[in-house]
């Protein structure tokens, strides 16, 4: 099983388990990740939800292999796409969500804490958006999301350069809320997981609903935008020099480009 799902006093936990691929994320997954989601929103015993991923790694993002043999944005109907239900699901979820982050969050490793409500790291994580360098363009609303948090500046060194940054960085940067030793994270995300169970549930629903609602249809519209530039892009001949150098282990060159 590549994602674990379960409920425990009151917190529904996904958890990314692939650690022999370093947790990189199939189609199935994002599909059993948006099934999580919305089984935790529906759940009336469900007070918050928990993601996380393995000791030393969050999710290494897509799984360049299957990425490639089922891309987003392919068909008539590309919203429908796993990956696409997966970052709905994630936005639409009402009620809290907390990461843990220990290790590797690459691309959508990272987008997708853009879209949690508490976000834990560890004093080993390694976050990267490397959509640039891959001939691709940012997703989950990072082009609009990520200069807002960083500044114009930061967000260029992190989207366009692709610069890799720390646990202590993303606090730094208001990615994340704390970074802690990397045996205390996600038990330190349970625990803020499940002070929900002490509060009360429709103010909690309310209050979420009020803080993300500014934002909401920009947001959506963001990523339809992004979802149809990175489906042209994925079949751009730079991208293609990138993935066939990613599996020929070399290093890409964009020189005739």
């Known amino acids: 099983m590549t994602i674990k799902t379960g409920v425990h006093n009151g917190v529904a936990t996904i958890e990314i388990a692939r650690p022999e691929k370093k947790n990189a994320l199939t189609v199935a997954m994002y599909q059993a990740m948006s099934d999580a989601l919305q089984a935790a929103a529906a759940d009336g015993a469900v007070r918050a939800v928990l993601i996380t991923g393995q000791p030393g790694v969050f999710t290494s993002g897509n799984d360049i292999e299957d990425f490639m043999s089922r891309p987003p944005g392919q068909g008539s109907d590309s919203s429908e796409s796993p990956v696409f239900k997966f970052m709905r699901a994630l936005i639409e979820c009402d009620k809290p969500v907390v990461a843990a982050v220990t290790g590797a969050a690459i691309g959508i490793g990272t987008t997708m804490l853009l879209h949690c409500d508490f976000v834990y790291v560890s004093d080993e994580a390694r976050l990267a958006m490397p ?3 891959l001939g691709l363009v940012p997703e989950f609303s990072s082009s609009l999301l990520v200069p807002q948090l960083m500044g114009q ?10 610069d890799p940054f720390t646990g202590e960085q993303a606090v730094e940067c208001g990615l994340a809320n704390a970074v802690l030793p990397a045996g205390e994270v996600v038990n330190h995300a349970r625990r803020v997981a499940e002070r929900f169970n002490a509060l009360p549930p429709g103010a909690v629903r309310e209050s979420k609903q009020l803080m993300t609602a500014p934002q909401r249809e ?3 519209k963001t990523i339809r935008t992004e979802g149809e530039l990175f489906a042209r892009r994925l079949r751009s001949p730079e991208a293609m020099e990138a993935f066939q150098a990613f ?3 070399r290093k890409p060159d964009f020189s005739k480009f």
């Not at 500046?153 to 692709?162: D, Q, T, Y």
């Open 218 to 220: 920009l947001i959506l």
């Open 131 to 133: 959509f640039v360098g």
């Open 153 to 162: 500046r930061r967000a260029a060194e992190k989207l366009l350069l692709g």
């Open 247 to 249: 599996f020929q282990k």
